[in-house]
């Protein structure tokens, strides 16, 4: 049997019964190591477990997949992943290479960030889709995800931004020569994403200011039917000091911290105001609640504005 | 401290290494028992915690959360929820109240249908908002969590659609005459959500054949800005044959069930088909994948009609 155990957030001891029980009775165990992180390293992991843990590293999974399935269909192997197994990466491939093997297989769940992120206080039902935004390099500034960001805020939703992680990966001269050698893991924090984010609606108004209107000004609204919770075509314009935003970082650890304020305001924070990997932060959309706004003004910046702003701009009433 | 520990989906097992001692430890433990339920009684619970479970219905939670909170300052409480605490519902009241009375609180998270449906092999950064669909009544037939499926599936989204339960409900006779009568517990299945869902566009669509065209046939895309995953007004119609979805029984059960097709095919099945409660559905959006299309192909109710409908209505392409 192969057993996709989910770790969940923070260590060792978030791993459920369930698959404590399975990872103890495998004879052989993964962690994969690439799309996330936990807050302590495998040897953490090998002590409570009981069990040698093998790192797996994106190359190993994919095309290796064959050396972790060996035998499983023999012995139990537990392939183990932070989080959820099938939270921000999907290993539905895997899956069907085990499939094809005649290798049955059991995922255990357990938290990810795509549904501790309620933590908030923000209801998951009012979240869009989910953005992952990639570190912007000298020539290359991937914007898709902003427009992503836009269709929630249409729609009055929040959107979940999780923020890049660069682990074992090879600079562009190492990879042309074919050298392992790795760069120094990094993770984006939310003062370079919100600042990424702010360079790409400098961009859009510098260029917008030759022609005779802002695009962001004259969207369609997104449907013919208007209801209590139409889209606000305004709302999609991100202007950074009436759009709020609540950071979240090391989402489950006890070193968890969340800071709510507008986009401007997060911006000025020192990255110490967030703390250490990982981060992520949620930009809140137009379905915005007194009972939200209550809950997340606790970790305001500055909590009259945050009240102004959520009265004034986004409309909530008591 | 209070503790609020998410038990995940299924039995006692689910339950975190972390949630466990926070248990064991606490001198009041309850269970809220409304929102959702355990494929196990407070009876597995006890015996596995050794704890005595008080089990918490809507009225304890919302009108006596003092109860619950009482003397969390000094000794430490858990309050258990199925799935996460911040899943389907939101218990950020109770939060609120525990620090208005200067009690700390740690969340103790774990998997909910919210994350874990991931299992069915569609992205979760390619779902939309999750909808809940209430039990029609003779008299009442809800029907706002429609225009929210079309909002998802305009932009391609998936929709997650919670279904329906009734636990400790009085009828409308009992709750007038003030008689503390339950009715028993109800549980949307499959069918009967899919059942409704046809009733209301059958409904739009007898109404709208004497007006000069349908509504969702003229829909505005829903931004002024087209890319490879734009909006698909007809994606909207809802055309029972040609609209994909794939049905959750029991996630993270051992007897979980996943079932594939079109709604005309799902809503054909019996009940039997997709075993006792709790049941959800994912409707599919236009932003369907090649490895996704093969992924949930394994559970197809007619394997030749979901490939042709994935890739001649839904553009899939290997």
């Given at each position: 049997?192969?057993y996709?155990v989910g ?6 001891k ?8 399975a ?10 190591a690439y799309?996330s ?6 040897e ?5 477990y ?10 190993m999974?994919?095309m290796?997949?064959?050396?972790i399935?060996?035998?499983a ?6 392939f ?5 197994p099938?939270?921000a990466?999907t ?6 290479r085990?499939?094809?093997l005649?290798?049955?297989y059991t995922?255990?769940?357990n938290?990810?960030?795509m ?5 908030l206080?923000l209801?998951?039902y ?13 020539s290359?500034?991937?914007?898709s995800?902003?427009?992503?960001v ?14 890049d ?6 600079s ?5 020569r074919g ?5 120094p893991?990094r993770?984006?924090s939310?003062?370079?994403?919100i ?16 022609k005779?209107?802002?695009?962001t000004a004259?969207?369609?609204p997104?449907?013919?039917t208007?209801t209590?919770?139409?889209p606000v075509?305004?709302?999609?314009a991100?202007d ?8 979240a ?6 070193s ?9 305001e997060?911006?000025?924070l020192d990255?110490d ?16 609640h007194?009972l939200?706004?209550?809950?997340a003004?606790?970790w305001a910046v500055?909590?009259?504005r ?9 409309g909530?009433?008591?």
């Amino acid at each position: 049997m192969l057993y996709l155990v989910g770790l969940g957030l923070h260590d060792e001891k978030d791993v459920t019964v369930r698959g404590m029980e399975a990872i103890k009775g495998s004879e052989r165990v993964y962690l994969e190591a690439y799309t996330s992180i936990l807050g302590v390293g495998k040897e953490r992991l090998e002590a409570f477990y009981g069990k040698e843990v093998v790192v797996a590293d994106r190359d190993m999974v994919e095309m290796d997949s064959d050396e972790i399935l060996r035998d499983a269909d023999k012995v139990d192997v537990a392939f183990l992943v932070v989080g959820d197994p099938f939270g921000a990466t999907t290993h539905s491939d895997l899956l069907l290479r085990a499939d094809a093997l005649s290798i049955p297989y059991t995922v255990i769940h357990n938290a990810s960030v795509m549904n501790a992120v309620g933590a908030l206080g923000l209801a998951l039902y009012n979240y869009g889709q989910t953005v992952s935004i990639p570190f912007f390099t000298d020539s290359w500034r991937p914007d898709s995800w902003l427009e992503r960001v836009r269709e929630n805020l249409r729609l009055g939703l929040h959107t979940l931004c999780l923020l890049d992680i660069k682990v074992k990966e090879q600079s562009e001269e190492n990879l042309a020569r074919g050298r392992k050698i790795f760069e120094p893991p990094r993770y984006m924090s939310v003062p370079c994403a919100i600042s990424q984010l702010l360079s790409l609606l400098e961009d859009e108004s510098s260029s917008s200011s030759s022609k005779s209107s802002a695009p962001t000004a004259t969207d369609a609204p997104s449907s013919s039917t208007a209801t209590a919770t139409a889209p606000v075509p305004e709302a999609a314009a991100l202007d950074p000091s009436t759009t709020l935003a609540i950071s979240a970082s090391r989402v489950g650890a006890p070193s968890q911290r969340f800071v709510a304020g507008t986009l401007a305001e997060l911006s000025q924070l020192d990255e110490d105001a967030f703390g250490g990997p990982l981060h992520s932060f949620v930009i809140v959309g137009r379905r915005f609640h007194a009972l939200e706004r209550d809950f997340a003004v606790r970790w305001a910046v500055d909590k009259q504005r945050w009240n102004e702003v959520s009265n004034g701009v986004y409309g909530v009433r008591d």
